[in-house]
């Protein structure tokens, strides 16, 4: 049974992986990491994961980006895989687990559904095929106690669509004091926040006469907690440092 670290282990998303861990007879936690050190689950809670002197196959984060450097210097110290779930970090954070992932293997998503990467694959095929004659739209809806803006789903569609279109487009995030006509090259990202919206994710393509859109909903937590699992028993038996993603989960 593979053991793994849960960062983040007294959060919504925290709390979902512990409880598909407790019911998985293939993955367990052995620990977990919070600045709330309460025990709500079987498994002892530190504030630091130098202070856990036990064994893990792989630390999972669904915590805070300022929990970042702790994590990648545990995990380099101990030389186990690092399973990155948490969205928001700045260039610098980004810059340090690429330098990291030269030493260790390293999943990073900013959706751990399978259905949002099978979203990126079409919203890719689509914008190469309509982004000449299309508008494109990005629209994306959490809870209000969300963080970050835009999602990081929502920045993993842009680049899906970016890589897919012959210019080099331009992210509008608020047309408020612009009095002007639409550019061709814009890309619109819209963020909503209110109530308890797990995710919702929507990317429209607006043409002449027609509307194309392509959207994904999250129901429950426990489709985000299933894909980090599955990433986690993934990247348990890797040995070779390197940036995964989900391709490598479903190839």
């Given at each position: 049974m593979?053991?793994i670290?849960?960062?983040?282990?007294?959060?919504?998303?925290g709390?979902?992986v512990?409880?598909l861990?407790?019911?998985?007879?293939?993955?367990?936690?052995?620990?977990?990491?919070?600045?709330?050190?309460?025990?709500?689950?079987?498994?002892?809670?530190?504030?630091?994961?130098?202070?856990?002197g036990?064994?893990?196959?792989?630390?999972?984060?669904?915590?805070h980006?300022?929990a970042?450097?702790?994590?990648?210097?545990?995990c380099?110290?101990?030389?186990?895989p690092l399973?990155?779930?948490?969205?928001?970090?700045?260039?610098?954070?980004?810059?340090a687990?690429?330098?990291?992932?030269?030493?260790?293997?390293?999943f990073k998503?900013?959706?751990?559904?399978?259905?949002?990467?099978?979203?990126?694959?079409?919203?890719?095929?689509?914008?190469?095929?309509?982004?000449?004659?299309?508008?494109i739209?990005?629209?994306?809806?959490?809870?209000?106690?969300?963080?970050?803006?835009?999602?990081g789903t929502?920045?993993?569609?842009?680049?899906?669509v970016?890589?897919?279109?012959?210019?080099?487009?331009?992210?509008?995030?608020?047309?408020?004091?612009?009095r002007?006509?639409?550019?061709?090259?814009?890309?619109?990202?819209?963020?909503?926040?209110?109530?308890?919206?797990?995710?919702?994710?929507?990317?429209?393509?607006?043409?002449?006469?027609?509307?194309?859109?392509?959207s994904?909903s999250?129901?429950s937590?426990?489709v985000?907690?299933?894909?980090?699992?599955?990433a986690?028993l993934?990247?348990?038996?890797?040995?070779?440092p390197?940036?995964?993603a989900?391709?490598?989960?479903?190839?």
């Amino acid at each position: 049974m593979r053991k793994i670290l849960l960062s983040g282990c007294n959060g919504r998303m925290g709390r979902a992986v512990a409880e598909l861990c407790r019911e998985s007879s293939d993955i367990t936690v052995a620990a977990g990491i919070d600045v709330n050190t309460v025990k709500l689950a079987n498994f002892p809670v530190y504030a630091d994961p130098m202070e856990f002197g036990g064994y893990a196959d792989c630390v999972v984060d669904f915590s805070h980006t300022s929990a970042l450097d702790a994590l990648l210097s545990y995990c380099l110290r101990k030389k186990i895989p690092l399973v990155l779930c948490s969205t928001g970090h700045t260039d610098a954070q980004y810059a340090a687990v690429e330098a990291a992932a030269r030493e260790i293997p390293i999943f990073k998503s900013g959706n751990m559904s399978y259905g949002i990467h099978v979203l990126k694959d079409l919203v890719s095929r689509a914008a190469g095929l309509l982004g000449d004659m299309f508008d494109i739209e990005i629209i994306e809806r959490h809870h209000n106690q969300k963080l970050d803006a835009p999602s990081g789903t929502a920045l993993i569609l842009y680049d899906a669509v970016k890589g897919s279109l012959p210019y080099d487009p331009t992210p509008v995030y608020d047309r408020s004091d612009v009095r002007q006509t639409r550019g061709k090259t814009e890309i619109g990202m819209h963020t909503l926040r209110g109530g308890s919206i797990v995710g919702e994710h929507e990317v429209v393509f607006a043409g002449h006469g027609e509307v194309i859109t392509l959207s994904h909903s999250a129901l429950s937590r426990e489709v985000f907690a299933a894909g980090a699992v599955k990433a986690a028993l993934f990247l348990s038996g890797v040995k070779k440092p390197g940036m995964y993603a989900f391709g490598d989960l479903t190839d």
